[in-house]
């Protein structure tokens, strides 16, 4: 794959770093990127998402969620069981601790995270700001500026 030098855009623009860094990111390979545990990512409205992971054997305590930055990190950490009392004949069930991370984008905020039947569910919502919605501008004729000139130059008299 080709590799696209960003370095003259960093130059003339102001404020697209992260834009740059996720693009020339995306042409990489993700070698360190486990494919455990297997997760689905659904769209359930609009503006909201969830982020379904299969984490069996976990529990509530063994979980770690943190949203950073543009970032949500799940971790499993899980204590190794004693095996010295039994014998393992067949392990199919995957016990490992993992760390899986999720790029967000901007406005995209952590709801609601809870576990049920081996399933983290992760409930996230965009929200964005009432500054940055699109909204009409009324526009007015040029009647209504005469008489607001006119209104002026009669209060000055």
């Known amino acids: 794959m080709r590799h696209v030098d960003f370095s003259p855009l960093y130059r003339s623009t102001v404020g697209f770093d992260r834009l740059f860094s996720l693009l020339d990111?995306?042409?990489?390979?993700?070698?360190?990127?486990?494919?455990?545990?297997?997760?689905?990512?659904?769209?359930?409205?609009?503006?909201?998402?969830?982020?379904?992971?299969?984490?069996?054997?976990?529990?509530?305590?063994?979980?770690?969620?943190?949203?950073?930055?543009?970032?949500?990190?799940?971790?499993?950490?899980?204590?190794?069981?004693?095996?010295?009392?039994?014998?393992?004949?067949?392990?199919?069930?995957?016990?490992?601790?993992?760390?899986r991370r999720f790029q967000l984008a901007d406005h995209v905020e952590v709801r609601d995270a809870h576990l049920k039947n081996g399933l983290l569910h992760i409930d996230l919502v965009r929200e964005i700001p009432e500054a940055m919605k699109a909204r009409k501008i009324a526009i007015g004729g040029a009647d209504e500026k005469a008489k607001q000139i006119e209104a002026k130059a009669e209060k000055k008299k």
């Open 25 to 99: 990111s995306m042409g990489q390979p993700e070698q360190s990127s486990p494919a455990y545990p297997p997760y689905n990512i659904e769209r359930r409205s609009e503006n909201e998402y969830r982020i379904s992971m299969a984490v069996a054997g976990f529990g509530e305590d063994d979980l770690e969620i943190e949203a950073k930055q543009h970032a949500l990190l799940v971790k499993g950490n899980q204590a190794k069981p004693d095996e010295s009392e039994t014998e393992m004949l067949f392990r199919g069930i995957a016990a490992r601790n993992f760390e």
